[in-house]
């Protein structure tokens, strides 16, 4: 059966050898006695651990441990609890449910056969070659949100879901999350239970998995349950410690979760890993591998069963759309003038708010700096402060397109490498955001190297189908600001601190994969390639030299990722050299991306690289430029330079 659709649901009785209720007793059955509908809950979190261990048996691989452990948690969460539809997973009603301990993928996907999403054909191709059911969760799945398996995302993300429900949709859909005990040591988790709880995101629930062991041993507070409690309620959070293998407590805590209209609630549960089989639970040195002797586990679980789920309905709404907007009135420069691409960046995405009412800024407390603060003087209800939290902004802004909206998330450049991971996620997520990275480069002046983005169009650019853009004007920055906003994917716009000339009137289009050719004539002997502010530089030297008698064609590659190969290729073929120049590290920035167009041709043209290659001080931006080697006076000489290589006689031996 082709994952996404669902077979149909079929009473029975169980299919296993072991003890089991009927089917037909066990399921589908509303409330009538608290046994018979306790008995229903601790059988179906049983086939859960089964099915777990089933998986990875056949997969030869994977956490069966880690998801025995959330089986009973999971199986009370589906049954009576979560609303959703998996006929329809983008009904505006839907539940979310984030494994953000994406390794216990088996329970996941145990889960989803039982609420009839998936057949246990499909279940048994685990982890193999063109299954959806990969090792961590991706949205290859209709009903994965996000992928997960890197550590401390899942909460962070779920923020982001939740608050696009509280501050922006506002539909009463609730957030579950479900994370494991060892994730608690990284700081992101913490950014989020911080931001939850200052943001009383009441529909948010944190269902933490304490079962004692890590990959390698124990965790730092092993089932100390009062020490996660003290330290989530610290961030303002309604907690509530159970046993997790209790299906009535259990159940109860979701029941207060559920009530609680104020705050987040985080669900702490004592957990055993491994739980039911007595080979491997609460054993150290089981994680990450299937069970030694599978048939004897299940055996052990009380045999296999067929146990379906009847998974709650939403209440209201219907498939999420994007909203439409309307023709966006983009800013304009006159020519000639002076401005900042930081500012352009500004009053363009307020401007694209004015038009397109999906359109959201996320601020790392900066907003004065890239110029964010335009948007949230026109758009208040659309502007969400993340402060010195970038991991929970980039995260948040993640959650926010799950729900279909837009985003901008804006920081300094060199400030996006704190989180760089999400950013990484974000890709394997299939996410569309938008990243804005200001004070790019040395050409920020004194305030010096840690405040200077030097990496960022390398990691960039490394990330899958990533776009990487970095427009040397106002005019160029507004449109590409409005044109990220139709792009699949991640896309970052560099911005620069200061004011640079406007070269590019109102009316020039910039289409992303694109370059522009600033000086060009049938006897140029050399081309530079430069972007941003070192535009301005080749375009100054271009002047300089052909005051020599040296033509020199200059393209703004404005689009690093995608670069514009065929204009670069036809400059190759035409001028024969080709010199780049960049306010970055020498390392995967423009030059490498000028380089990797002639990887794979039969000519390649003579080429030199100018970049930063020492650590900057403190200076004024001229000065950066000179003493970096990325000037109008080093381009004049690299182009010198790389002309009288070829009238040189060869050194001996060579």
């Known amino acids: 059966m082709r994952p996404g659709s669902r077979p149909r649901r079929m009473r029975g009785t169980s299919a296993g050898s072991g003890p089991g209720l009927p089917f037909a007793a066990l399921c589908h059955m509303r409330r009538k006695n608290t046994m018979t509908d306790r008995q229903r809950l601790k059988e179906l979190g049983q086939q859960l651990r089964v099915d777990a261990v089933r998986a990875a048996d056949a997969a030869g691989s994977g956490h069966p441990t880690s998801s025995m452990s959330a089986a009973d948690l999971m199986a009370v969460l589906a049954s009576d609890h979560l609303r959703y539809d998996f006929d329809e997973p983008s009904h505006s009603g839907n539940d979310h449910l984030i494994l953000s301990k994406g390794h216990a993928s088996p329970l996941l996907y145990a889960l989803y056969k039982a609420c009839g999403a998936i057949s246990d ?24 949100d996000v992928a997960t398996g890197s ?58 998995d304490i079962n004692r062991l890590g990959q390698r041993g124990p965790t730092r507070h092993g089932w100390d349950l009062d ?18 293998h209790d299906v009535d407590e259990i159940d109860a805590a979701y029941r207060r979760a559920r009530e609680e209209a104020e705050r987040p609630t985080a669900i702490i549960a004592r957990t055993v890993k491994g739980a039911g089989v007595s080979a491997v639970a609460d054993q150290e040195g089981a994680h990450g591998k299937p069970l030694a002797d599978a048939e004897r586990a299940v055996s052990e679980l009380g045999g296999r069963r067929d146990l379906r789920i009847d998974v709650a309905l939403p209440d209201s709404g219907g498939v999420r759309q994007r909203p439409g907007g309307s023709r966006v009135d983009l800013p304009t420069y006159a020519v000639g003038g002076e401005e900042a691409t930081r500012d352009a960046f500004g009053r363009a995405v307020a401007a694209l708010g004015d038009a397109r009412p999906d359109t959201v800024v996320l601020d790392g407390e900066v907003a004065d700096s890239t110029r964010a ?98 427009p040397c004007d106002a005019n160029s920055a507004a449109r590409l600001t409005a044109g990220m ?108 991306a000028v380089l990797d167009v002639f990887a794979d041709t039969r000519s390649t043209p003579r080429t030199m690289k100018l970049a930063v290659t020492g650590m900057p001080g403190s200076a004024t931006p001229e000065e950066q430029r000179r003493e970096a080697g990325i000037d109008a006076g080093a381009v004049e000489a690299a182009v010198r330079g790389i002309l009288r290589q070829e009238h040189e006689p060869a050194a001996a031996g060579s």
């Open 227 to 244: 020490a996660y409690r003290r330290r989530v309620e610290a961030f303002g959070w309604h907690t509530v410690e159970v046993d997790g």
């Open 373 to 470: 603060k335009f948007f949230v003087d026109q758009h208040p209800d659309r502007f969400f402060e993340f402060y010195i939290a970038e991991q929970q902004m980039i995260a948040a802004a993640v959650g926010l397109q799950v729900r279909g909206w837009t985003p901008y998330a804006a920081t300094f450049a060199a400030f996006l490498a704190r989180a760089y991971d999400f950013v990484r996620m974000a890709a394997v997520s299939r996410a569309d955001i938008n990243l804005v990275g200001s004070h790019a480069g040395v050409s920020i002046g004194e305030d010096g190297p840690s405040q200077m983005g030097l990496e960022d169009i390398a990691a960039l650019r490394a990330v899958h189908n990533s776009v990487v853009l970095h």
């Open 121 to 144: 054909e499909e279940l048994l191709r685990y982890r193999k070659l063109g299954s959806p059911l990969e090792g961590h969760p991706t949205p290859r799945l209709p009903w994965v």
């Open 485 to 592: 906003a139709e792009h699949d994917g991640v896309s970052y716009l560099r911005t620069l601190r200061g004011k640079t000339p406007v070269v590019y009137g109102p009316d020039e289009g910039f289409e992303i994969g694109g370059s522009k050719v600033l000086r060009s004539s049938a006897s140029d002997r050399v081309t530079v390639v430069a972007a941003g502010a070192t535009v301005h530089e080749a375009l100054a030297a271009a002047d300089a030299l052909a005051g020599e008698g040296i033509g020199v064609r200059v393209i703004d590659a404005y689009s690093i990722k995608p670069v514009d190969a065929p204009r670069l290729r036809a400059a190759a073929e035409e001028t024969g050299r080709i010199v780049t120049v960049e306010d970055h590290w020498p390392e995967g920035g423009l030059g490498d």
């Open 151 to 208: 550590l401390g995302q899942g909460l962070p993300i779920g923020a982001g879901v939740a608050l696009a429900g509280a501050s922006l949709d506002r539909l009463p859909y609730r957030v579950w999350v479900l994370c494991g005990d060892s994730e608690l040591a990284e700081g992101s988790v913490w950014e989020a239970m911080e931001y939850a709880g200052q943001a009383g995101l009441a529909n948010l629930t944190a269902v933490l």
